[in-house]
């Protein structure tokens, strides 16, 4: 079984669109995490939510977390080509090995110009 | 600092054949996990460590060894190489288990044929 559920699978905007990219919980969540990942490298961190509610941003990249809900979202405002890539979520959950992150299946975001 | 880095970046085995993927970090962590990412699938946990002499099982162990005899390095081996150990191999760590974010290495790609 599939702990989390990103949706859309993939994603392909025009440049200057505002997209959202989701991820669903099956189970209680103790952090989500937000990674990007190009062809050929690794994940790269953007941003952790621990709390029910938070919201943070890095340039033109939002991050919420709904507890109640289980769900986080990845908001892209304004997208440009550099944007492109796999947008992973990772979480820890409850009855998880210590520290193991789970994770979506990733959503591939394409951005044409 | 040079983050986590793993080598190869990419190789190529026959059926049978064993190779150690190298993953090593200089940030002091004393967490250290395995993963491997299939086509189209998220990450999946192989084994993990919560310091120096000390590993577990993740998800997936089968087919692979671990050890960690310093904080810096932990080598993931594969001793009879099968065709469904094809995936990218990521090594990750972190400080501490809980709340901390995770942090990858570009990767490994392995090929078995």
């Known amino acids: 079984s599939q702990e989390l559920e990103q949706s859309p699978q993939s994603l392909i905007v025009q440049e200057g669109k505002n997209l959202t990219i989701n991820c669903t919980s099956s189970k209680t969540l103790y952090g989500l995490y937000w990674y990007k990942q190009k062809y050929g490298e690794g994940l790269i961190f953007l941003m952790m939510?621990?709390?029910?509610?938070e919201e943070k941003s890095h340039e033109k990249i939002t991050a919420k977390l709904d507890e109640k809900k289980q769900q986080s979202s990845l908001h892209i405002t304004a997208s440009q080509p550099s944007h492109a890539g796999i947008y992973l979520c990772?979480?820890?959950?409850?009855?998880?090995?210590?520290?193991?992150?789970?994770f979506g299946r990733g959503t591939q975001l394409t951005v044409w110009p | 600092n040079a983050g986590v880095t793993q080598t190869p970046k990419f190789r190529i085995l026959k059926i049978g054949q064993s190779m150690t993927l190298q993953c090593a970090q200089d940030?002091?962590?004393?967490?250290m996990y395995w993963y491997r990412q299939d086509p189209g699938m998220g990450l999946k946990l192989i084994y993990y460590s919560v310091g120096a002499g000390i590993t577990d099982k993740g998800e997936v162990p089968n087919g692979y060894n671990v050890s960690r005899s310093t904080t810096e390095d932990f080598p993931l081996r594969l001793e009879l190489a099968a065709p469904s150990q094809t995936s990218v191999y990521f090594c990750?760590?972190?400080?501490?288990?809980?709340?901390?974010?995770?942090?990858f290495g570009p990767g490994t790609r392995l090929l078995v044929l």
């Open positions: 990772g979480a820890r959950i409850r009855g998880s090995t210590l520290g193991r992150l789970y």
């Open positions: 940030m002091n962590h004393n967490y």
């Open positions: 939510l621990q709390k029910g509610g």
């Open positions: 990750a760590s972190s400080e501490l288990a809980g709340g901390e974010t995770q942090y």
